[in-house]
């Protein structure tokens, strides 16, 4: 079979402005007829329209039309058509008047052995735009699964806090010194009872020297280290860690035991996600300087924040409402023994304390739950919330004598009256530190500073 002559273009040269519209009505959204110094002679765009204005175009350099970086894609693009009569495709971008680039897929071929060249482009617009709507609904995709992985490792953390056995070992017996009421719940044995005792009878028989060879390897090695064991009483696995530390009575190890009965499948995630929420006591992740990293709903509601983003950053005490110093019996527990379990009471509102740290090898974290026990008799709280509860309930008889407005005042200075003395105990009666605790003028303070409503007369201040 004898093979085809070469197509004559030089015939049809003349033409280029005539087929550069037809290449617009069957093929093309553009076509440009260009020389051989890529100065564009004309230009046809299809009917329908291109989001590009090419008024002007004509006698113009075709790369002084297109966005800096692609000027060389042009200048490839006419070399190429004029050493081998075809160029293949090229993405290039127009500048537009919208801020936004117009990317047109362009090929060229020269008609013949003269300089004239048509250049037919198809608007990538419409794809350019599915493919950036793509992108950004996977990278919304991405930011919903790291903000879930995030969302599920902060409950994980918190839900380890609330429930996790600690314990406070000797780094020479592997004798318990001190243990968390979780841990006494765990292995259904008292607190009094687990102390003295060696760490490793809690656990099945076989796996006793397995507990003790990964005590001797943290202590050895002064890093963390874990195993799975069962527990003694019942075939329930939990995870072992033991983390070495250095307290004043010496080298120590904190060792934590956390069930593995639920899994952190979807199911399990919303029991542990339920358990942190619903729970009384406030719960709460810090830094050695008592920032709170991650919180609970309880510790938020108790601050009077919004939400947790309005407290991350903020100190535990200063959501507390207590002073730093108050906190200190705690800290001091703490960081001798790695566990503390105590009570205070703070401005006259009795706290339990129940702390332990965190293992971090970057930085010291501390892990706290904090429940509010009462009010001692015969305090601020306990006698002026009775005045406050028998106040109100008497307002409904004074409706028609009193209106509206002179009602809710005569309450809401009950309630402010009642607010800064709660405050001036917390304080120590420092006007000062319960203005700013308040976040009011000093002299709001001095005026109710002391006196008290008598729980039959009305509050004048």
């Given at each position: 079979m004898s093979k085809q002559p070469p197509l004559d273009l030089n015939v049809i040269a003349p033409l280029a402005p005539q087929l550069a519209e037809v290449c617009t009505l069957v093929a093309s959204d553009i076509a440009l007829v260009i020389g051989g110094d890529g100065v564009i002679r004309n230009v046809s765009v299809r009917p329908?329209?291109?989001?590009?204005?090419?008024?002007?175009?004509?006698?113009?350099?075709?790369?002084?039309?297109?966005?800096?970086?692609?000027?060389?894609?042009?200048?490839?693009?006419?070399?190429?058509?004029?050493?081998?009569?075809?160029?293949?495709?090229?993405?290039?971008?127009?500048?537009s008047g919208t801020g936004s680039d117009i990317p047109v897929n362009y090929a060229a071929i020269r008609l013949g052995d003269t300089d004239t060249v048509l250049v037919a482009g198809r608007d990538l617009s419409a794809v350019s735009a599915i493919q950036q709507r793509f992108l950004e609904r996977q990278q919304a995709m991405e930011r919903d699964f790291w903000q879930l992985r995030n969302r599920e490792s902060r409950y994980r953390t918190l839900f380890q806090v609330a429930t996790d056995a600690v314990m406070v070992v000797s780094a020479d017996e592997f004798r318990i010194l001190e243990a968390n009421a979780a841990g006494a719940e765990l292995f259904e044995?008292?607190?009094?009872?687990?102390?003295?005792?060696?760490?490793?009878?809690?656990?099945?028989?076989?796996?006793?020297?397995?507990?003790?060879?990964?005590?001797?390897?943290?202590?050895?090695?002064?890093?963390?280290?874990?195993?799975?064991?069962?527990?003694?009483?019942?075939?329930?696995?939990?995870?072992?860690?033991?983390?070495?530390?250095?307290?004043?009575?010496?080298?120590?190890?904190?060792?934590?035991?956390?069930?593995?009965?639920?899994?952190?499948?979807?199911?399990?995630?919303?029991?542990?996600?339920?358990?942190?929420?619903?729970?009384?006591?406030?719960?709460?992740?810090?830094?050695?300087?008592?920032?709170?990293?991650?919180?609970?709903?309880?510790?938020?509601?108790?601050?009077?924040?919004?939400?947790?983003?309005?407290?991350?950053?903020?100190?535990?005490?200063?959501?507390?409402?207590?002073?730093?110093e108050a906190l200190a019996p705690v800290l001091e527990t703490l960081r001798g023994s790695g566990i503390a379990d105590q009570r205070l009471t703070i401005g006259g509102i009795r706290y339990r304390f129940t702390a332990a740290l965190l293992e971090d090898a970057d930085q010291e974290h501390l892990g706290f739950m904090v429940r509010c026990v009462g009010t001692p008799s015969g305090g601020v709280a306990s006698g002026e919330m009775e005045t406050l509860t028998r106040r109100l309930a008497g307002l409904g008889s004074e409706l028609?004598?009193?209106?509206?407005?002179?009602?809710?005042?005569?309450?809401?200075?009950?309630?402010?009256?009642?607010?800064?003395?709660?405050?001036?105990?917390?304080?120590?009666?420092?006007?000062?530190?319960?203005?700013?605790?308040?976040?009011?003028?000093?002299?709001?303070?001095?005026t109710h500073q002391g006196s008290a409503p008598s729980p039959d007369q009305p509050d004048d201040s």
């Open positions: 329908s329209g291109m989001p590009i204005d090419p008024a002007g175009w004509v006698g113009r350099h075709f790369s002084d039309l297109v966005t800096d970086s692609n000027r060389t894609k042009v200048d490839l693009l006419i070399e190429e058509v004029l050493r081998d009569g075809l160029s293949r495709r090229r993405e290039i971008n127009h500048r044995i008292p607190v009094e009872s687990l102390q003295g005792s060696d760490v490793a009878v809690v656990f099945q028989r076989p796996f006793r020297a397995a507990v003790h060879e990964l005590l001797v390897t943290a202590r050895a090695s002064a890093q963390p280290a874990e195993i799975r064991v069962p527990l003694a009483h019942k075939r329930r696995y939990v995870a072992l860690s033991a983390t070495p530390y250095r307290s004043p009575d010496g080298l120590q190890l904190l060792v934590r035991a956390r069930s593995l009965d639920a899994g952190i499948d979807s199911a399990g995630h919303q029991q542990m996600l339920d358990f942190v929420e619903r729970m009384v006591d406030a719960v709460a992740v810090t830094d050695s300087a008592l920032r709170v990293l991650m919180a609970n709903r309880a510790l938020v509601a108790m601050s009077g924040a919004r939400d947790e983003q309005e407290i991350e950053g903020r100190t535990l005490p200063e959501l507390l409402g207590v002073p730093r028609g004598v009193s209106d509206l407005r002179s009602l809710v005042h005569s309450f809401s200075t009950l309630v402010e009256g009642y607010l800064v003395r709660h405050a001036l105990e917390r304080c120590d009666q420092d006007a000062a530190k319960t203005a700013k605790l308040l976040g009011v003028d000093e002299a709001v303070v001095r």
